[in-house]
């Protein structure tokens, strides 16, 4: 089997990871401190949460970028959640994360009830489903749906 939906983190410094996991042990959490590793990760788990946290003190021109590869990444893989996660001296730029789709935006590594309650909901929509072969994948899109018996 292979999870539809899991959290994948992309922050600089590791407090949100800490913070998260302090919050709720049991949400399924990959961390990444590279862009260029989300793409992978969505082939394998389109459903998943992109949790992007801004690195304390962003510029914008920075957080644009960011916002930019995430909304990117969210026309290939309609089925993701992108959360904005931003420091208390970050919160200008929760106006613009909204903006760019994201679906919640956490200022501060607080009171996280809410956030938490929004992944478990996005990731029972997508419970775990066995794995698709590419072939699988192409029948499924068919009309008619289901493969030849062998």
Do not use: N
């Amino acid at each position: 089997m292979t999870s539809r939906s899991t959290c994948v983190l992309y922050e600089t410094d590791g407090r949100w990871a800490v913070a998260l996991r302090a919050a709720a042990e049991d949400l399924p959490i990959l961390e990444t401190r590279s862009p260029e590793r989300w793409l992978a990760h969505f082939r394998e788990s389109p459903a998943s949460i992109l949790a992007v946290a801004a690195p304390s003190g962003c510029d914008a021109i920075r957080f644009a970028r960011l916002l930019e590869a995430s909304a990117l990444l969210g026309r290939r893989f309609p089925e993701m959640c992108l959360i904005v996660l931003l420091s208390e001296e970050d919160r200008s730029l929760a106006t613009a994360a909204y903006e760019a789709g994201a679906a919640w935006v956490q200022i501060g590594r607080w009171r996280l009830d809410p956030l938490i309650r929004l992944v478990r909901r996005h990731q029972a929509m997508f419970p775990d489903l066995p794995a698709e072969t590419p072939i699988e994948s192409i029948w499924r899109t068919l009309p008619w749906g289901d493969l030849p018996e062998s």
